[in-house]
């Protein structure tokens, strides 16, 4: 029960027991004799305009339960309306009888001015009371509802609210609307206002990189790199959870992840020789296929230089001609180019230079860096020629023609 922490005036105190010994002494012994007899017993009734609201068996509980009501009604009313002004206590005869608490909440029942009716506390203060207790949570439950979204999964109020039946003064007494207002999270000027927690989910698909495994090849260079297996990244469904306060996000956090799709590592073969695989050897490989038609040095010929600063290699037009060793291209022109034709040249890193004539097709660029065997160019009969051939020149000192063939081990025809 409802109970007031202010205490009475010891004056009321003094003038109810003074009521109450006036009662006891109407009581005469015939009548206790009486009821003994009849089975009823003597009791105290305590009435209220003139109709009996309560009994009680003792003075002891008489004298507790109208001091609980005077309690209660203090704090409610004021110190200017005791109880014991507003009710009379009379001697009866009654086979049953209640105890205190009964009493004290009949007679608090029919005191004017105080209403039974649940009361909402917030932080253990009371704040309204309505007429029900379903009023009560219809008005939170608005509140709460209007801050809850789709993605919500809880939504409370941070202040500890209870709902407990008591007395309290009618002026306590709150329509929906009203209490709605006092309420209201975003009523700034409601010293009553609440906050409403909620916590939303979010979920959000996250791709996951692939990780790469690389396997060193003992043959090939550091710059030599070969995609074994392509690696295919992987998803992930995140699932975050947002605190709010009154709809602002006040935290996140990461409430668990779920793998769509795991990540394919990529398989890389990387070489493990020191160096590029366009680094010079400083040997060099028959840049062709097919048959020498004409040697170095001076030669009698109704086409082209009489002393021939390279060799021709015979084939037909389209055959592969190869990079005879690694280097940078230098040249790489299309056009007559002084009867050499669409002609490259490559300078390696010994400063020697290989000179590439006659082509019908160039497959590099001016600038490119190009290794032992690379694919550079198709055999052709472009510039001063009979037939398809290529023209093939080493210069050792970047200028000067030699034999290209003292520098050529084993022969071109590789078919
Ligand atoms: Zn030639």
Known sequence: MFRPESGRPDGKTVRRRALLLSVMAGLCASCVIAAAVSGSFVCYA????????????????????????????????????????????????????????????????????IVHVPVLTVDGVPVAAMDSEESINAVLDGLLARFTRENTISARFIQKIGIETTYVGPDMLRTGAELAEMLDPENQDSPCRLTVVTEETAESLVTVPYDTQ????????????????????????????????????????????????????????????PGSRTDSKGTYIWPTTGKISSGFGSRAIKVGSSNHKGIDIANDVGTDVWAADGGVVIAAKTGDNGGYGNMIKIRHDNGCVTLYAHLSSILVSEGDRVAQGDLIAEMGR????????????????????????????????RE
């Open 46 to 113: 305590v009435s209220c305009d003139g109709e009996i609201v309560g009994t009680v068996s003792s003075r002891t509980e008489l004298d507790a339960a109208i001091e609980e009501a005077d309690a209660v009604a203090a704090v409610i009313l004021g110190e200017d309306h005791p109880v014991i002004d507003t009710v009379a206590v009379t001697a009866t005869l009654s086979s049953s009888s209640g105890n205190a608490d009964e009493l004290t909440g009949a007679i608090l029942d029919n005191l004017e001015g």
């Open 214 to 273: 690389i396997i060193y090849d003992e043959n090939a260079y550091s710059d030599e790199r070969t995609i074994i297996s392509e690696g295919q990244n992987g998803r992930r469904l995140d699932v975050t959870v947002t605190v709010c306060e009154n709809g602002l996000a006040v935290t996140s956090c990461l409430s668990r992840s779920v793998t769509v799709r795991a990540p394919v590592d990529e398989v890389v073969s990387v070489g493990a020789l």
């Open 382 to 413: 472009s510039g001063n020629v009979t037939g398809p051939h290529l023209h093939f020149e080493i210069r050792p000192n970047g200028s000067t023609a030699v034999n290209p063939t003292k520098y050529l081990s084993g022969k071109p025809d």
